[in-house]
């Protein structure tokens, strides 16, 4: 199955606590629980391209499965990560975050991370 797509933020769970662990302000937090963000992967062999538009902030990062790479974080940080792919899913960890991206079936991808025993889980459906 090919992560290649767009997709829509259909729920979270854990967002509050994961931002507050993160050390976002609270006003940062408040203004960005509600927003629906989109999610475009494309994907060619090991090599991804995932652009996140989180209203009118985009992220976008490239990289190449089992390559460091540099990965920006939600917080706008850059670091140094390998990215990992086991089955349908990519696994990194980023300065201590755990990150595991899976794609559950041809229209879903979860999105969890993990920063000590705070999960922030992310489902988001693909957009026809």
Request: hydrophobic content about 35%; some cysteine; proline content about 2%.
């Amino acid at each position: 199955m090919s992560f290649s797509g767009k997709y829509q933020l259909e729920s979270q769970e854990g967002f509050v606590p994961f931002m507050k662990a993160m050390g976002l302000p609270d006003d940062l937090i408040e203004k960005g629980k509600d927003i629906k963000s989109v999610s475009e992967i494309e994907q060619n062999g090991d090599n991804f391209k995932v652009t996140v538009t989180t209203g009118s902030k985009v992220m976008v990062n490239s990289f190449t499965v089992g390559q460091e790479c540099e990965l920006e974080t939600m917080t706008g940080e850059k670091v140094k990560a390998i990215v990992t792919k086991e089955g349908n899913k990519l696994k990194t960890n980023l300065k201590g975050i755990d990150s595991v991206t899976e794609l559950v079936d041809a229209n879903t991808i979860v999105h969890t991370m993990t920063v000590g025993n705070v999960v922030f889980k992310r489902t988001s459906k693909r957009m026809s």
